[in-house]
C-alpha cells in the first residue's frame, strides 16, 4: 500500500524517488550525474566531490587518483553536440569505480571496442609509450588520435591511472546512436 | 620585454612571466573550455621572449589538475623551453606535486622523458 500525506494522487515524480534510492543503495552508487556536462559543471562536480572525499576519511592518495580520474572522465563526457552524458560513481569495500555514458554514433563501435580491447592488452610500459606517442606527435603516430569523437589520448590516460583494466558496454539505441559505458576503477589498496 | 599575467580562474591557471623580476609561474588548475585558445597568446609570448631571454630562466609548475587537452598544451610550452635551453641559455623547470599525488608526479615524469630539458620533481611543501 502506498501511503501519502496528501488527499490528492501524488506526483507521478514521487514513485521514481525511492526506486532510484534503492538502486543507488543496492549499487553502492554514491554519486550521480546525468545531464550536459560544460567546464563549469566539471569544476562544480569535482568541488563537490573534493568536497565529500576530503571529509570522508579515505587515504588522500586514493582520493586523489579518483578526482584525476574524474577529470579526465568527465571530459570524455563532454560532447556538445550529443547533449546528455551519465556520471556514476560508486565504493565498494575495495574499490571505487567511476562510470562515464553517452551517445556516440552505432558506426563507431566497432572502432570503439577494438582500442579499448588493445588498450587493455598493453603492458604498463606499452601503455606509457602509447601515451607519449599520442602526446608528443599525434599525427605522426600509427594510434589513431579519436575513435568516434573520442580522444584517444583520454582512454590511455585513464588506463594508466587506474591501473586495471577498462570495462565498457555499448546499447544500441536505433540504427544511428548507441549509449557508450566506461569504467575506471580505483583499487584502494592500489600501489 | 613585457610581463604576462593572467589571473586564475575556476577553470584555468594562474600565469605569471614576468622576465624583469625573473618570475614565471603557472599555478591553479587547467581544464578551459578552449585550450588551444588559452595557451595561444602564451606560445606568443614565449615566442618572443625566446629572441632574448634572460641568462636563467627558472619556471615554476604548480598545478593542481588539468586534463590531458591541457598537457598536450603544456608540452609544447616546454617544448618551446627546450628551444631556448638548446640555443645555449640556462632554462630549469620545477614541477610541483603534492606527495599523494601520484598521477601529477608521473606526469612530470612524462615531461622529463619526452623532452632535453632540466625538470626537477619537487614535492609541495605543505602550509
Redesign the interface.
Given at each position: 500500500m502506498v501511503a501519502s500525506t496528501s488527499e490528492l494522487a501524488p506526483s507521478a515524480a514521487l514513485f521514481h524517488a525511492y526506486p532510484l534510492y534503492r538502486n543507488m543503495l543496492d549499487n553502492s552508487i554514491v554519486f550521480m550525474y546525468h545531464g550536459p556536462i560544460t567546464p563549469d559543471l566539471i569544476v562544480d562536480i569535482l568541488n563537490l566531490i573534493d568536497y565529500r572525499l576530503s571529509g570522508s576519511g579515505e587515504d588522500k592518495r586514493i582520493s586523489k587518483k579518483l578526482f584525476n580520474i574524474m577529470v579526465e572522465s568527465l571530459s570524455l563526457g563532454e560532447d556538445v553536440n550529443r547533449g546528455h552524458a551519465t556520471l556514476l560513481v560508486r565504493q565498494l569495500p575495495y574499490l571505487y569505480t567511476v562510470s562515464i555514458g553517452r551517445r556516440i554514433n552505432t558506426a563507431a563501435v566497432y572502432g570503439l571496442k577494438n582500442f579499448i580491447d588493445w588498450v587493455n592488452m598493453l603492458s604498463p610500459e606499452d601503455l606509457r609509450e602509447a601515451y607519449h606517442q599520442l602526446l608528443q606527435s599525434p599525427t605522426s603516430s600509427n594510434i589513431p588520435t579519436s575513435v568516434a569523437d573520442v580522444p584517444s589520448i583520454s582512454i590511455l590516460d585513464l588506463a594508466r591511472k587506474s591501473s586495471e583494466y577498462l570495462d565498457y558496454l555499448f546499447e544500441y539505441l536505433d540504427e544511428n546512436d548507441a549509449f557508450f559505458s566506461l569504467e575506471a576503477r580505483i583499487r584502494k589498496n592500489h600501489s | 620585454m613585457e610581463a604576462l599575467r593572467i589571473e586564475s580562474t575556476?577553470?584555468t591557471p594562474r600565469v605569471i612571466l614576468d622576465p624583469e623580476n625573473g618570475i614565471f609561474e603557472f599555478s591553479g588548475?587547467s581544464?578551459?573550455?578552449d585550450s588551444v585558445g588559452f595557451y595561444a597568446p602564451i606560445f606568443e609570448w614565449f615566442d618572443r621572449y625566446a629572441k632574448n631571454p634572460l641568462p636563467v630562466t627558472h619556471v615554476r609548475f604548480d598545478l593542481e589538475?588539468?586534463?590531458?587537452?591541457s598537457?598536450?598544451n603544456i608540452?609544447e610550452l616546454l617544448k618551446r623551453l627546450e628551444a631556448i635551453h638548446a640555443a645555449g641559455h640556462e632554462v630549469r623547470v620545477t614541477w610541483y606535486y603534492?606527495e599523494?599525488?601520484?598521477?601529477?608526479e608521473?606526469t612530470g615524469q612524462?615531461y622529463q622523458?619526452?623532452l632535453n630539458l632540466p625538470i626537477e620533481l619537487s614535492v609541495k611543501i605543505q602550509s
Open positions: - | 575556476h577553470k588548475r581544464i578551459p573550455e589538475y588539468f586534463n590531458t587537452s598537457s598536450k608540452l603534492d599523494d599525488d601520484e598521477d601529477m608521473e612524462d622523458a619526452l
